[in-house]
């Protein structure tokens, strides 16, 4: 998984390259869009020196790439908002150029989508390369939009600035947001508490669990879409001890034919899809102790809490 992300990285790194030395020949707007890609792949380049060095240290490796990716929003934002207000003269080109930039640009939203597939690790770094991976498909769709309405303002005198700082500062602003998520991730996210074990002390309370049973499964954020999350767990007696899992989501259930079609419609539907996940995303804030409250309501104890209750009583 690691090499796949080392290659991801480098073809986006060559990618942007060539974003760059077009924007040279076209507009310095878009060489802009490079330097802005080139500071997002540093903060993917971060996680996966974490992940090489595989120290315990992750809060330094998670706290620089939030930088990295806040840093970048903050400047573009800001230069988007000095775009707005002097605005800036678009050269002439050839279609030759639109087609070859537009290129360029598929082919890094191909890329970034598929490191959004393939990064199936539940890690804490590997959360945030797919996030990355997330920001850099936005910014390829972002480069598209600005090289065809570059290309309109130029040849036939439509004024589309406002259009593009738009939607830089809408797109550099969601990625300054990712970069906050990536820092309050790890208090209230599912990744690293996905275990948990919780023992029966009050029986009296217990509405919720039969312990006749040999499994449970307790619903904690239903969705069709984007899948489910469920605690599935062993009854062993008094102690209930599972983890929490995410069910498939559609994407994963759809068919092949269904999925060419999304990709077609992929920069339509791609706003619609991230609207719900961030529904969905503050649907499922803190899982984990949603999920110890619920248990805690029906009489259950985490073991966590229990042993560390014993061992306060043993100090004099």
Same mark, same amino acid.
């Given at each position: 998984?690691?090499?796949?992300?080392?290659?991801?990285?480098?073809?986006?790194?060559?990618?942007?390259?060539?974003?760059?030395?077009?924007?040279?020949?076209?507009?310095?707007?878009?060489?802009?869009?490079?330097?802005?890609?080139?500071?997002?792949?540093?903060?993917?380049?971060?996680?996966?020196?974490?992940?090489?060095?595989?120290?315990?240290?992750?809060?330094?490796?998670?706290?620089?790439?939030?930088? &990295?990716?806040?840093?970048?929003?903050?400047?573009?934002?800001?230069?988007?908002?000095? &775009?707005?207000?002097?605005?800036?003269?678009?050269?002439?080109?050839?279609?030759?150029?639109?087609?070859?930039?537009?290129?360029?640009?598929?082919?890094? &939203?191909?890329?970034?989508?598929?490191?959004?597939? @393939?990064?199936?690790?539940? %890690?804490?770094?590997?959360?945030?390369?797919?996030?990355?991976?997330?920001?850099?498909?936005?910014?390829?769709?972002?480069?598209?939009?600005?090289?065809?309405?570059?290309?309109?303002?130029?040849?036939?005198?439509?004024?589309?600035?406002?259009?593009?700082?738009?939607?830089?500062?809408?797109?550099?602003?969601?990625?300054?947001?990712?970069?906050?998520?990536?820092?309050?991730?790890?208090?209230?996210?599912?990744?690293?508490?996905?275990?948990?074990?919780? &023992?029966?002390?009050?029986?009296?309370?217990?509405?919720?669990?039969?312990?006749?049973?040999?499994?449970?499964?307790?619903?904690?954020?239903?969705?069709?879409?984007?899948?489910?999350?469920?605690?599935?767990?062993?009854?062993? %007696?008094? @102690?209930?001890? %599972?983890?929490?899992?995410?069910?498939?989501?559609?994407?994963? =259930?759809?068919?092949?034919?269904?999925?060419?079609?999304?990709?077609?419609?992929?920069?339509?539907?791609?706003?619609?899809?991230?609207?719900? =996940?961030?529904?969905?995303?503050?649907?499922?804030?803190?899982?984990?102790?949603?999920?110890?409250?619920?248990?805690?309501?029906?009489?259950?104890?985490?073991?966590?809490?229990?042993?560390?209750?014993? @061992?306060?009583?043993?100090?004099?």
């Amino acid at each position: 998984m690691i090499v796949k992300t080392i290659l991801s990285l480098c073809c986006s790194a060559i990618l942007s390259s060539g974003k760059l030395v077009i924007g040279l020949f076209i507009d310095y707007i878009l060489c802009i869009i490079a330097v802005y890609t080139f500071v997002i792949l540093l903060a993917k380049l971060v996680c996966i020196i974490g992940l090489i060095k595989r120290k315990r240290d992750f809060k330094r490796y998670n706290l620089i790439a939030a930088i &990295f990716l806040f840093l970048s929003g903050i400047f573009y934002n800001g230069y988007m908002c000095k &775009f707005i207000l002097s605005g800036h003269t678009v050269k002439e080109y050839s279609i030759v150029y639109v087609y070859l930039f537009a290129l360029i640009s598929f082919s890094e &939203f191909g890329f970034a989508i598929a490191g959004i597939l @393939q990064v199936k690790d539940k %890690g804490l770094l590997f959360r945030d390369i797919k996030i990355i991976n997330l920001c850099i498909a936005l910014i390829a769709i972002l480069t598209t939009q600005t090289t065809i309405l570059d290309y309109n303002s130029a040849t036939k005198t439509v004024n589309t600035d406002i259009f593009n700082a738009y939607t830089g500062i809408g797109v550099s602003g969601f990625i300054a947001l990712c970069s906050i998520y990536i820092l309050i991730a790890p208090k209230i996210n599912v990744t690293g508490k996905e275990h948990n074990v919780f &023992f029966l002390q009050a029986e009296e309370k217990n509405a919720l669990i039969n312990l006749n049973n040999d499994t449970v499964e307790i619903s904690l954020c239903r969705s069709f879409i984007y899948g489910s999350y469920v605690y599935r767990a062993k009854i062993e %007696g008094k @102690q209930i001890d %599972g983890n929490i899992e995410r069910n498939k989501s559609l994407w994963k =259930r759809m068919p092949l034919w269904s999925k060419i079609i999304c990709c077609v419609l992929s920069e339509i539907l791609i706003f619609v899809w991230l609207i719900g =996940r961030l529904i969905f995303f503050l649907r499922s804030i803190n899982l984990p102790k949603r999920l110890e409250y619920k248990m805690n309501k029906n009489g259950f104890t985490k073991v966590e809490e229990i042993s560390e209750l014993s @061992q306060s009583k043993e100090i004099p």
